[in-house]
Nanobody, 125 residues
Framework: QVQLVESGGGLVQAGDSLRLSCVVS????????MGWFRQAPGKEREFVAA????????IYADSVKGRFIISRDNDQNTVYLQMNSLKPEDTAVYYC??????????????????WGQGTQVTVSS
């Protein structure tokens, strides 16, 4: 059974940076498309970023483009989300997700087969 464990969340001030990590176990990480999503209180879960198995293709939500960077280390079974220039509106629980089937749509939750438990990111103004 594939398990995903996120870490790296916390409370920061606007303009600060954080790096989230997601370690995947129990599967063949190097073949998975990996994504990051987030959910703020009272809002639906939304797409943040995704990377295909090789890292050769990455996509971002418009709201984070130019500030966040997704990367992966297939030897460490880990995907990262480097978050720079954080804003209060980035406050949310952040989830990583694994797509076993290389779906075409990387930006929809329905493409993903396994999810982590989430890590809280809070950005104060």
């Amino acid at each position: 059974q594939v398990q995903l464990v996120e870490s790296g969340g916390g409370l920061v001030q606007a303009g600060d940076s954080l790096r989230l990590s997601c370690v995947v176990s129990g599967g063949v990480f190097r073949y998975y498309t990996m994504g990051w999503f987030r959910q703020a209180p009272g809002k639906e879960r939304e797409f943040v970023a995704a990377t295909v198995w090789s890292g050769a293709r990455t996509i971002y939500a418009d709201s984070v483009k130019g500030r966040f960077i997704i990367s992966r280390d297939n030897d460490q079974n880990t995907v990262y989300l480097q978050m720079n220039s954080l804003k209060p509106e980035d406050t949310a629980v952040y989830y990583c997700a694994a797509d076993y089937q290389s779906n075409i749509r990387l930006d929809v939750a329905q493409s993903y087969d396994a999810w982590g438990q989430g890590t809280q990111v809070t950005v104060s103004s």
